[in-house]
């Protein structure tokens, strides 16, 4: 997404104290992929995942735990709830009379949540 990355990179440099705290983190598949379509990116450091989701999740919790005041629990357990979670999804979905092939965000963001207060306190 190269162009929302520019208008959120100008709206940074550019904007006024709210828009100038701003912080992103940005993820591409592999490395220095993005000189090819950013042509300036000055002052950014993107972070290559390969493909990988739980590369892209270690990735994210990383960067979200050094801007964060509460402590995160590690990538690998997050990626273990990640796993677990989409183990149990089809048979959410059953239950919901939904099928995973057709979820909506809005269908995909109430499982989720109900997964998580269903599981607040697993590993």
């Not at 104290?17 to 379509?37: N, S, T």
């Not at 109430?110 to 599981?119: C, H, K, P, Q, T």
Request: charged share 25%; proline share 6%; hydrophobic share 40%.
């Amino acid at each position: 997404m190269p162009l929302e990355l520019g208008l959120f990179l100008g709206a940074q440099h550019f904007g006024d104290a709210k828009q100038r705290r701003k912080i992103c983190l940005v993820l591409d598949r592999e490395p220095y992929r993005y000189q090819k379509f950013c042509s300036d990116i000055a002052g950014q450091d993107p972070e290559a995942h390969g493909g990988d989701p739980h590369r892209a999740i270690g990735l994210v919790r990383d960067w979200l735990q050094s801007h964060a005041t509460v402590r995160m629990p590690s990538g690998s357990v997050i990626v273990g709830r990640y796993e677990l979670f989409q183990q149990q999804l089809p048979w959410m979905c059953r239950l919901a009379r939904l099928r995973v092939a057709e979820l909506t965000f809005n269908d995909f963001v109430y499982l989720v949540s109900v997964w998580l207060r269903a599981n607040e306190n697993s590993p």
